[in-house]
């Protein structure tokens, strides 16, 4: 698809911000587990969404948007470093107990604002350590948060009346109500009572929906009431909450007088959870070839939207390539903040995609997920070309993503130059991640064969 487009929207100069422009503020709305065709605006004709079909109106609609990695916790490591997660040390998702985490040596996008004038708050799912509010490992107060209210990993016992949420170290006991919507009004609450109303800042909004245990209001469910199936209603009911959530926030912004001068984007986490055939994970990929853990497009494609008003034209759709970790860079870009030059930044700025101009990637899209299919492991995307890699690195697909947008047509044997060129580049920036992460991490631990059929992450 070809970006509706005016070119009346002259960007920053340098990318930065126009002269005389307020510090905007920013907030990241990230959810978990939803399918790339999970939204009336990405084409689901049954699911009710109504806030988020809004939003798509007010600002750009990416239909290429990926997020990091297969799986949870690695994609939410690369949204707040721009790091690719083997690079950045979150290489798996992260049981409750697990050494895994994400290093206090990383250097993430609330430290950086924090340290550049911003109030920051995070409210929702977590996951990015094994020791949850514990001093064994930095939780997100160490990570830049003024402000959080989280949990390790999921809601517990399920999205309804949840009880293992922190609040700035505190065990906050049994919540009555759904998790999204609590998380949301939680965000609202800091907004208008909590936050230095003298600084720009920056809210992260991680819900736990649509994932596992899946727990929908009835409200929610009932514009499904004739499906017979009890897991579609539940599934689809769970989209419902989460965008009743996400309109929670947005009226928040609004009753503030916050909307013009604050940057919202909206994304998820992986694709959908299980099989799409029973039970509660009835996610849609919208015809994507595989589903979670995958890196196939149906593991890593997911929703991808962004409202900034006067520098986003509204109604915009694009099929630029970007992904989760573009998030930090395109943030310290837009507030004229240096990115860090110690380390390698896998993300670029987004901005010009604002204007469906194409970004220039000195490091390829890349991903590898520990649990993915063993014949999907890994993968690399240079423009419209996509290598796949086996979990031995032996063994390679390749597709024209463009044009075969679900992978049904492998080019491997057809294009053996094209073939040889990508796999170069791949093991370059394999190896270059392997450098520059901890590898002893996940050396000790070899990955699974495949994944369970029953994961909780």
């Known amino acids: 698809m070809i970006a509706i487009r005016l070119s009346f929207l002259v960007l920053l100069s340098s990318l930065g911000l ?4 307020q510090t905007p503020n920013i907030v990241i709305f990230l959810v978990d587990d939803m399918g790339w065709g999970d939204l009336g605006c990405y084409g689901n004709e049954v699911i ?5 079909d809004k939003f798509a109106t007010e600002g750009i609609r990416f239909t290429q948007c990926y997020s990091a990695c297969g799986v949870c916790s690695p994609s939410r490591s690369s949204i707040l470093t721009g790091r690719t997660p083997y690079r ?8 409750g107990g697990h050494s895994c985490h994400l290093r206090e040596s990383e250097i993430t996008l609330p430290e950086v604002l924090r340290d550049n004038g911003y109030d920051t708050c ?5 996951h990015l350590n094994g020791h949850f509010n514990s001093d064994k490992h930095p939780q997100p107060n160490d990570h830049g948060y003024n402000h959080w209210m989280a949990t390790q990993n999921n809601a517990a016992p399920s999205h309804k009346n949840p009880n293992n949420f922190v609040l700035n170290g505190k065990r906050m006991g049994k919540l009555d109500g759904f998790s999204a919507p609590l998380v949301a009004r939680e965000g609202v609450r800091w907004l208008k009572d909590v936050r230095d109303r003298k600084k720009p800042f920056l809210l992260s909004v991680w819900t736990h929906e649509p994932h596992l245990p899946i727990e929908s209001a009835e409200e929610f469910m009932k514009p499904y009431a004739g ?3 009890e897991g579609i209603r539940q599934y689809n009911g769970n989209i419902t909450q989460l965008d009743h959530a996400f309109g929670i926030v947005m009226e928040g912004l609004d009753a503030l007088g916050l909307r013009e001068n604050t940057i919202v984007f909206f994304t998820s986490d992986n694709g959908p959870e299980g099989r799409g055939t029973k039970g509660r994970t009835r996610g849609s990929t919208g015809g994507l070839r595989g589903r979670k853990r995958d890196s196939h497009e149906g593991g890593i494609r997911v929703a991808g939207l962004v409202r900034w008003p006067g520098k986003i034209m509204p109604g915009s759709v694009s099929d630029v390539p970007v992904i989760g970790s573009d998030i930090f860079s395109t943030v310290l870009d837009i507030t004229d903040i240096p990115l860090p030059d110690d380390r390698t930044i896998d993300g670029v700025s987004m901005v010009p995609a604002f204007d469906d101009k194409q970004l220039t990637r000195p490091v390829p899209l ?6 993915a299919p063993a014949a999907s492991h890994a993968a690399l995307r240079i423009g419209d070309w996509k290598l796949i890699a086996n979990q031995a690195f032996d063994k390679f697909q390749l597709y024209e993503i463009q044009r075969d947008w679900r992978e049904q047509n492998d080019l491997a044997a057809e294009k053996p130059a094209k073939l040889a060129e990508m796999k170069k580049v791949f093991f370059e920036v394999l ?3 392997e450098k520059e992460g901890p590898s002893e991490w996940w050396k000790k631990e070899p990955p699974r064969k495949r994944a369970p059929k029953n994961s909780r992450n």
């Open 18 to 21: 126009l002269p005389g422009a």
């Open 366 to 371: 890349f991903w590898r997920t520990r649990i």
């Open 88 to 95: 950045n040390g979150v290489w798996r998702w992260i049981p």
């Open 122 to 126: 995070h409210v929702g799912k977590w």
């Open 431 to 433: 190896d270059g991640i």
């Open 227 to 229: 499906i017979n199936d």
């Open 48 to 52: 009710h969404s109504p806030h988020l």
